[in-house]
């Protein structure tokens, strides 16, 4: 039922029932999010298109369309996204288009934003720069600068 196959093994496939169609009008085609799991370490710069979920541990410079760092997520450097999202702990300066820090949210360093929002209980230590450029994708259009900074 429902276009279900079941293997020699006896489990049952679902993929044809579950696939997505491809987009054929010029729009983007979906993608998962790419994840950093909480038993990741990684030791320099992570850059991409698309959406990353942190949940694990970044010594570097992260730039991406979209990030969200999970509730064990820790980042030690800067970050630039057009979307951040953050439950867990940054160490750093942030340049993005909209900015949320959730109650469990640990910022120690300077955000630059056009749009920023933060729950009661979210930590938050540095300078907030509002910033607006039009015409431009805002992961473009900010230099990003990065300092070693030893704990």
Do not use: C, W
Not at 67 to 75: A, D, F
Not at 140 to 151: D, F, G, R, W
């Amino acid at each position: 039922m429902f276009n279900k196959r079941t293997d020699k093994t006896g489990y049952t496939d679902n993929s044809s029932a579950m696939a997505l169609p491809a987009l054929t009008d010029g729009r983007k085609s979906l993608k998962a999010a790419s994840m950093i799991g909480d038993d990741m370490v990684i030791e320099g710069n992570v850059s991409g298109t698309g959406e990353l979920h942190l949940d694990g541990i970044v010594r570097g410079e992260i730039k991406i369309e979209h990030l969200t760092i999970g509730e064990t997520g820790h980042v030690e450097g800067s970050v630039t996204a057009d979307t951040i999202e953050i439950r867990g702990r940054l160490v750093g300066t942030i340049f993005g288009k909209s900015v949320r820090l959730y109650g469990t949210a640990h910022v120690d360093g300077d955000i630059t934003h056009e749009q920023l929002s933060m729950e009661p209980g979210a930590f938050f230590q540095g300078r907030s720069v509002k910033f607006q450029r039009q015409g431009q994708a805002f992961t473009e259009s900010v230099p990003v600068t990065v300092e070693k900074v030893e704990i």
